[in-house]
């Protein structure tokens, strides 16, 4: 069965400092692979995903994932983090192309921002 | 992409009672999601709905307690029955456009059962 592990629940970033978002995964096949952020009283709003190829993919918001098929872990970065990033943030595997198969969800991980 | 809406964005019920939020896509889409997000947790899958058939429920829901209508492919909605306090929760509307794809969600529905 697949499954998402997000192994920090909460994370303290100074503003202008960089973040890292860990996820884990697991998955039968090739996984795809999303992150999502929810800022406080909002749906959810797509960061980036995988699909295949480059390894390094470039979301929206200056944030970015790298993909390591090895480790398992589709790790969210962005280089140096706005007070308007506080939010949380959500890894998620969904299904192959050729299934309707549901996503799974990570637990999600709280950023916070300190000045 | 697809926008998507949702009404109403917060409600307080009283126990007992029934609510009928509602899920608006600009675009036709075969697949609809609905999500069940309680006080500081993850999302929860409640049920998956293709228009012109049941829709299909997690295991620990059912069509009793959270009925779900798919009309057309841009309109759903999800009841939530006989409401009790540990109803209060988001509830997320999403939709995947085609096999696979991404899933976009809407803005969600606050509930507070008293």
């Known amino acids: 069965a697949q499954s998402v592990t997000q192994p920090d629940i909460h994370i303290t970033v100074s503003e202008g400092a960089s973040l890292e978002l860990r996820c884990n995964y697991s998955?039968?096949?090739?996984?795809?692979l999303f992150w999502y952020v929810q800022s406080p009283g909002q749906g959810l709003q797509l960061l980036l995903k995988y699909f295949s190829g480059d390894t390094l993919v470039q979301g929206i918001k200056g944030f970015e994932a790298e993909f390591k098929r090895s480790q398992s872990s589709f790790n969210l970065r962005k280089p140096s983090v706005h007070w308007s990033d506080a939010a949380e943030y959500f890894c998620a595997v969904g299904p192959a192309t050729d299934s309707w198969g549901k996503f799974q969800f990570g637990a999600g991980t709280q950023v916070v921002v300190t000045p | 992409s697809a926008v998507i809406s949702q009404k109403p964005s917060r409600d307080i019920c009283q126990r007992g009672t029934s609510l009928t939020i509602q899920c608006q896509v600009d675009s036709q889409v075969t697949m609809m999601f609905w999500y069940r997000q309680q006080p500081g947790q993850s999302l929860t899958l409640i049920a998956t709905a293709n228009q012109g058939s049941e829709a299909t429920y997690e295991s620990g829901f059912v069509i009793d307690k959270f009925p779900i209508s798919r009309p057309n492919l841009t309109f759903s909605t999800l009841t939530v029955s006989n409401m009790s306090p540990e109803d209060s929760s988001i509830y997320l509307c999403?939709?995947?456009?085609?096999?696979?794809?991404?899933?976009?969600f809407g803005p969600g529905t606050r509930l507070t059962v008293l």
């Open positions: 998955y039968g096949a090739t996984p795809y």
């Open positions: 999403s939709v995947a456009p085609s096999m696979g794809d991404t899933q976009y």
